[in-house]
């Protein structure tokens, strides 16, 4: 048990009278309290005395922030995330699935000391979430390329390093140079697609290798007969007694023979096909066995395009005419991707980790920009990204740390640090404190249900007051205006900058979607109050639904309402549905609008996010509707100086986007705010120059 940070309170804490009990278990000497209302039904909040509040945010050199203030623990993601959702992750099985499209459970690739040296083995996915950040582009000089967040890490010749850093100075730390080379095996190609030339490849590779009479294995030879099927009317590849019959000599030459213009998709199936028939894996590596010589002859043609080195001994292992292919576990790993045959070809597992010069880093550069970003904990803390290891997060782990578990508990069983204000006062009067800004609601919403009764903010914020101790806040809960006097009281003495979550405006989709939260229009409210009080509040327009509230017309109300509430800067983040979250959403969505069950099918598949080119029209909407109605689509939200938010998914709530991730932020660590604006000014001119980025930019 990791308790180092806190301990029982001892007695309520609050004064309210809920039922209190000491945890036997998992939090020995914790009061345990639950309350007997309906908005707290199945939570239990866990009273302890903090030993500190002020906790430092890991990497802090391209984060606005180095300090958060978290009262409570639960309800949320965490705050530090890394790569861009469509970065290549290899799984243990040798394929590879975007980032952003992994689950809680899936088995992945990553690697544990041996000795001296790091192996490849297999772990599992324990977490996986997701932010928007500002972006670095670090290249490779065999031309593989990560978007990272500066604070990622990556393991390099001499040890794990930041994207980026400093060298002198507070930001100073390990990070990436041109004199560093990454480890792995470089950027890792996609599987081919099973189009009509691919097929036709593969069909001619397996029947020229003989693979439709001898032994191989069945996948492929099932394989083998749906294509047939689909070419042309070679449908008699019969599986009775697997004899290739029946088709016109017209249509056999033109689906066996070699083609007078090989397409790159031709070649990748049929090196599949013949790998299928008369291939192996020997010693580690692909091996072909002897067939006919001019088949071997567009066998090594085929591999030699592709980018792979071959031998063509005369052994007894692979007979006079037979091929190998060359390398190591990079090349291994490659075969696999490329060619995608039915049979294995093996994986990284169990090798040792290298690098080499062809993965030194030519390039690290800024690009200007915010983009939507994922990261994941593994049970090895390291996975691969785009062929080279990378260092995950474990701030998802938090409530681990407690034994509590990531996922359920983490929404319903909540840490309460209830001496929250007296700790933040010795903290701020400590010599070693400097002052600097703190950010709240980077981990959890600092006005989440629970301050209704635990009110902790008022002593924090006075206590911030008090000290002239810059600060901010991001939250959806409405109790922040309670504190209205507080937070007048701390600007005139300091900086604080203050940002809500309004997602729509429909009251009975509300009611039907988020009954737990407070409704839109209070919530337009406090941005109001807030406004008029004389604060800056930008406003995270989210989650945005599809087919509910993403037509031009509910874009465009939404957004003349925070216009009209004087929001500041309004930024757009559409639904998203992670595993588990999406069988609640998906059932309630089946119950209350089945007509928008196949689009959503259509549009998340086995994903968690909407295509890009969905996130980029509802963004391009949200945009034109800012511009009518005169709001920035980027900015901070702050009264002096640009800070930052962060999610909250805190409001909690059994229900569907709640579920899904709801909290606004749809389970989206929104930090960054104050490169925003920046990014937003940006966006036309970087987009022209980078069009390969601008594909990614679905969120601005």
């Known amino acids: 048990m990791r308790w180092d940070n806190l301990k029982a309170t001892g007695g309520p804490g609050t004064g309210d009278t809920g039922q209190a009990r000491v945890l036997p278990l998992a939090l020995p000497g914790a009061v345990a309290r639950t309350f007997d209302t309906p908005e707290f039904r199945g ?75 790091r192996r490849y083995v297999t772990t599992r996915v324990h977490a996986h979430w997701s932010t928007v950040k500002p972006a670095h582009r670090v290249t490779l000089a065999d031309g593989t390329t990560l978007v990272a967040s500066g604070d990622h890490r990556f393991l390099s010749d001499r040890g794990w390093k930041h994207a980026t850093g400093a060298r002198h100075g507070r930001s100073r730390r390990p990070h990436l140079t041109t004199a ?19 097929r036709r490849g593969y069909l001619c590779g397996f029947v020229n290798g003989d693979g439709h009479a001898g032994p191989v294995v069945d996948e492929a030879l099932r394989r083998a007969q749906r294509y047939a099927a689909e070419c042309g009317g070679l449908h008699a590849m019969a ?4 004899e290739y019959a029946g088709a016109s000599v017209r249509d056999a030459s033109a689906v066996l023979g070699w083609p007078e213009v090989p397409t790159r998709a031709w070649r990748q199936g049929f090196v599949a096909g013949l790998f299928d028939a008369v291939g192996a894996l020997v010693g580690g590596m692909p091996r072909f066995h002897a067939v006919d010589k001019a088949v071997v002859d567009w066998l090594v043609e085929c591999l030699a395009v592709l980018g792979f080195a071959t031998d063509r001994p005369d052994r007894p292992d692979v007979g006079p005419d037979g091929v190998c292919v060359l390398g190591g576990t990079r090349e291994r790993v490659r075969f696999g991707l490329l060619f995608a045959p039915a049979a294995a070809t093996g994986t990284a597992v169990g090798d040792l980790v ?82 600097d800004r703190i950010a709240m609601g980077t981990n959890v919403d600092c006005y989440q249900r629970a301050e209704g009764r635990y009110r902790l903010m008022r002593d924090i914020l006075a206590a911030l007051r008090d000290h002239a101790n810059p600060f901010s806040i991001l939250t959806k809960g409405t109790l922040i205006a309670r504190d209205l006097d507080l937070l007048q009281q701390a600007r005139a003495v300091t900086s604080v900058s203050i940002s809500m979550s309004v997602g729509f405006l429909d009251e009975t989709l509300w009611r039907s979607v988020e009954p737990g939260t407070p409704s839109p229009r209070r919530r337009l409210d406090v941005v109001r109050r807030l406004t008029d009080a004389g604060f800056s509040v930008g406003v995270l327009m989210a989650p945005i639904l599809p087919g509910l509230t993403d037509t031009p017309e509910a874009i465009d109300t939404t957004v003349a309402a925070l216009a009209s509430a004087g929001a500041a800067s309004v930024v757009p983040l559409a639904l998203h549905l992670r595993p588990g979250a999406r069988e609640w959403y998906q059932a309630w969505l089946a119950r209350e609008h089945p007509r928008l069950a196949p689009r959503y099918r259509e549009l998340y598949g086995d994903g968690s996010y909407a295509p890009q080119a969905y996130q980029r029209e509802v963004a391009a909407r949200v945009r034109l509707a800012a511009r009518r109605h005169g709001v920035p689509t980027g900015g901070t939200g702050t009264t002096r100086t640009p800070s930052t938010g962060g999610t909250d998914s805190g409001t909690g709530g059994a229900h569907p986007v709640d579920q899904a991730g709801h909290g606004g932020e749809q389970a989206t660590r929104t930090t960054g705010w104050a ?23 679905s969120l601005l």
Not at 239 to 242: L, N, T, V, W
Not at 681 to 694: K, L
Request: net charge neutral.
């Open 43 to 117: 939570v239990t909040f866990y009273e302890v005395r903090a030993k500190s509040l002020v906790n430092r945010v890991p990497g802090t050199s391209r984060v606005p922030f180095e300090w958060t203030i978290n009262p409570y623990r639960g309800c949320s993601h965490a705050c530090v995330y890394c790569l861009t959702g469509d970065t290549s992750i290899l799984m243990a099985d040798g394929t590879t699935r975007p980032l952003a499209e992994l689950a809680v459970g899936d088995e992945v690739v990553g690697t544990v000391r041996d000795g001296r040296l």
């Open 180 to 198: 560093n080379r990454l480890t792995g095996f470089g950027a890792l190609p996609e599987r081919p697609a099973e189009s009509p030339e691919y």
């Open 239 to 242: 599986a009775d007694d697997r």
């Open 354 to 435: 290298r690098g080499d010069e062809t993965l030194r880093v030519t390039a690290i550069e800024p690009l200007g920009l915010e983009v939507p970003m994922f990261d994941i904990t593994t049970g090895t803390g390291d996975f691969i990204a785009n062929g080279v290891v990378s260092h995950n997060c474990f701030a998802r782990n938090t409530h681990t740390y407690l034994d509590l578990d990531t996922g359920h508990d983490f929404d319903t069983r909540i840490v309460v640090k209830v001496n929250a204000g007296e700790i933040l006062r010795r903290e701020l009067s400590s010599k070693r404190w400097s002052g």
């Open 675 to 697: 490169a925003q604006q920046r990014g937003q000014q940006r966006y036309e001119r970087r987009t022209r120059r980078e069009p390969v980025i601008a594909e990614q930019l």
